[in-house]
T-cell receptor, first 113, second 114 residues
Framework: DQQVKQNSPSLSVQEGRISILNCDYTNSMFDYFLWYKKYPAEGPTFLISISSIKDKNEDGRFTVFLNKSAKHLSLHIVPSQPGDSAVYFCAASSDNYGQNFVFGPGTRLSVLP | KAGVTQTPRYLIKTRGQQVTLSCSPISGHRSVSWYQQTPGQGLQFLFEYFSETQRNKGNFPGRFSGRQFSNSRSEMNVSTLELGDSALYLC?????????????FGNGTRLTVT
């Protein structure tokens, strides 16, 4: 039973447009959420996080939105660049899990020039 | 500041053998976690060590074990290898290991079991 879901295995976006990556979770105990980006042959790189006391967090071109009632979060990348092409993982944790982050299966983003 | 270092990068082993993977965390980081990544499964949590003690464990069989040394370096061991153990094994570290601290990953060890 997947506790963190990323229902779109892949997404293609034109350079300069907005990329929206979605993530849903089922465990209401999760209260800290992160996004990671992964290039081939490299480990995941931390992008941005949000705790459940907020509904939005911004860092440059990256914004994460959290809708606790819907158990849904999204990552917006504006404007998208070809270098953003990678696999994006959503992850969640709670105090009950310690350092055990639960990861989604990932979404492969392709930004087309 | 050097990142998380994992060695070796690639390994090929035969069924039934055992393997040891090594991880050096970022300097000052005391928590080390291990994850397994396989196609279609995302990242699956193996275990976490903090101050040489296993603090949290995922749902993997006892063939998967680990340890952490006093300098925070960690090793992961897999005994009696099976074909299904072929995966990318990722190590990640954080400063204190609080659940709301981002993990910093190494580039992984790609294990192939034949």
């Amino acid at each position: 039973d997947q506790q963190v879901k990323q229902n779109s295995p892949s997404l293609s976006v034109q350079e300069g447009r907005i990329s929206i990556l979605n993530c849903d979770y089922t465990n209401s105990m999760f209260d800290y959420f992160l996004w990671y980006k992964k290039y081939p042959a490299e480990g995941p790189t931390f992008l941005i996080s949000i705790s459940s006391i907020k509904d939005k967090n911004e860092d440059g071109r990256f914004t994460v939105f959290l809708n606790k009632s819907a158990k849904h979060l999204s990552l917006h990348i504006v404007p998208s660049q070809p270098g953003d092409s990678a696999v994006y993982f959503c992850a969640a944790s709670s105090d009950n899990y310690g350092q055990n982050f639960v990861f989604g299966p990932g979404t492969r983003l392709s930004v087309l020039p | 500041k050097a990142g998380v270092t994992q060695t070796p990068r690639y390994l090929i082993k035969t069924r039934g053998q055992q393997v040891t993977l090594s991880c050096s965390p970022i300097s000052g980081h005391r928590s080390v976690s291990w994850y397994q990544q396989t196609p279609g499964q995302g990242l699956q949590f193996l275990f976490e060590y903090f101050s040489e003690t296993q603090r949290n464990k995922g749902n993997f069989p006892g063939r998967f074990s680990g340890r952490q040394f006093s300098n925070s370096r960690s090793e992961m061991n897999v005994s009696t290898l099976e074909l299904g153990d072929s995966a990318l094994y990722l190590c990640a570290s954080t400063i204190a290991g609080g659940y709301n601290s981002p993990l910093h990953f190494g580039n992984g060890t790609r294990l192939t079991v034949t």
